[in-house]
C-alpha cells in the first residue's frame, strides 16, 4: 500500500456519488410521504387548488399562464384577472393554506434530506469506517484527511452537513423550489450556475481534484486498496520515523 497520495479516479468517485444519490433521493421520498401524511400537507394543497378553481372559474380566467399570454389579453381580461387575483389574496383560508404549503414543503424537504443523508452519508461510513458509503465501498473508494490520517467523526459530520449537505444539496434545492413557486426570479438561475461553476473549477485546480465539501472539510477521497490510512496522527509520526531511519541505513551502505 503506497503511503503517497492515491486520489480516486474522477470516474470512479462519479459513479459512487451517482448510487448514493440515488440511495438518499429514494430514502429521502419515503421519509417525505410520511411527513407529509403526518402534517396534513394534502389537505392544505386540496384547499388552494380548490381556491384557485373557484376564482378562474368565477372570473373567467386562467391563473396559470406565462408573461406572453398575459400580454395577449385584452383590457377587459387582464381587469378580470386583477380582480380574480385580488379576490384570491383576499381570501383568508385560502392564503393561510397557501402558506401553509410554502411552509411544509420546505420543512418536509429539509428534514427528509437531512435524515436521509445522516444515515447514509454520515452513519453508514461511521460503520463501515474509512468514510466509505455504500456507493464508495462498491467501488473501493475511502475518505481520509490530507494528511493521511482516518477520518474522525466529527471531521466526517463537518463534510456531510456544512459541506454536502448545507451548501451543495439543500442551497440548489431551496433555490429550485423558489424558482418553482414564482418566489425568486432568474437570479436563483444565475447562482446555480455560479454553484456549479465553483464546483467545477475546484474540482480542476486541486491537487487532490476535491470538491467543495472535501475542500471545507480536509478531506481527500482515496483507492482504498493502495492508499495506507493512519489511524492516529501519532501512528503517522511514527511511520515516518521508520522510513527515515530505514533510508539512512540503506544510505550508511
Known sequence: MGYDLQKASVYKRAAAWLFDAILISILAVGIAFLLSVLLGFDGYSDT????????????????????????????????????????????????????????????????????SMLCLAFAVPLAFGNGQTLGKKIFGLGVMRTDFVRLPAVQLLIRTLLGAFTIETMIPIYILLMLILGMMDVTGTVILGALLLAQCI?????RTNSLLHDLLAGTVVVELASQKIFGSTDELIEYQKKV???QAARQSY
Open 48 to 115: 388552494v387548488s380548490a381556491a384557485y378553481a373557484e376564482y378562474e372559474e368565477a372570473y373567467a380566467i386562467s391563473f396559470s399562464m406565462d408573461e406572453a399570454a398575459y400580454t395577449a389579453m385584452t383590457a377587459d381580461e387582464q381587469q378580470r384577472y386583477a380582480d380574480a387575483y385580488a379576490a384570491l389574496l383576499a381570501d383568508d383560508e385560502a392564503m393561510h393554506a397557501y402558506s401553509m404549503v410554502v411552509n411544509l414543503t420546505m420543512l418536509i424537504t429539509t428534514v427528509s434530506v437531512l435524515v
Open 202 to 206: 475546484i474540482l480542476a485546480v486541486t
Open 244 to 246: 527515515h531511519a530505514e
